[in-house]
């Protein structure tokens, strides 16, 4: 039972445009949240997180949104860049170190 | 320059074969984690220890192994009953929570097991 979901496999986006990934979770024990972008044969590398007890975080091009009442979250990609190709990976930490990752999401931006 | 080692990048293995993969880190991380990928199904996550000489399994633990005997290393062990051993392993390290803000993960470059 996977307790960090993202449906969408896959997401194709315009240079220029934004990109919406989501995130939603099952379990309200998880104190943070954080995106990793990662490149094929490579580890993740972080990109953004949230504190459970806020609703956004942003930081340049990248904004995380939280809605706790819903157990969603959302990376925005604003403006999006052919660079920004990768797979997306939303992870979900509790507060005794265990740390929880859903499926990705395959991000392609179209030059 | 801090970081995770692992080792070995490529690793063939024949049925009924244990195997261990190595995950050695020099930032002074206290909590350590394995996951593997396959196509599809994202993270998951194997084993992770807090602290020296003390580790909790993941999601998928079932034959698997490992130890944490030094801060700065904790090795896996595929063991022979891994129906489906084949994947990408990552290990990772991050400090541990408790802190002001998320710890993140820093990740090593992965280790590809094939079994033939």
């Known amino acids: 039972d996977q307790q960090v979901k993202q449906n969408s496999p896959s997401l194709s986006v315009q240079e220029g445009r934004i990109s919406i990934l989501n995130c939603d979770y099952t379990n309200s024990m998880f104190d943070y949240f954080l995106w990793y972008k990662k490149y094929p044969a490579e580890g993740p590398t972080f990109l953004i997180s949230i504190s459970s007890i806020k609703d956004k975080n942003e930081d340049g091009r990248f904004t995380v949104f939280l809605n706790k009442s819903a157990k969603h979250l959302s990376l925005h990609i604003v403006p999006s860049q052919p660079g920004d190709s990768a797979v997306y990976f939303c992870a979900a930490e509790t507060s005794y170190d265990k740390v929880i990752f859903g499926p990705g999401t395959s991000l392609s931006v179209i030059p | 320059d801090g970081g995770i080692t692992q080792s070995p990048k490529y690793l063939f293995r024949k049925e009924g074969q244990n195997v261990t993969l190595s995950c050695e880190q020099n930032?002074?991380?206290?909590?350590m984690y394995w996951y593997r990928q396959d196509p599809g199904q994202g993270l998951r996550l194997i084993y992770y220890?807090?602290?020296?000489?003390?580790?909790q399994k993941g999601d998928i633990a079932e034959g698997y192994s490992v130890s944490r005997e030094k801060k700065e290393s904790f090795p896996l062990t595929v063991t022979s009953a891994q129906k489906n051993p084949t994947a990408f392993y990552l290990c990772a390290s991050k400090q541990r929570s408790g802190g002001a803000g998320a710890n993140v993960l820093t990740f090593g470059a992965g280790s590809r097991l094939t079994v033939l």
């Open positions: 930032l002074n991380h206290d909590a």
């Open positions: 220890s807090q602290i020296v000489n003390d580790f």
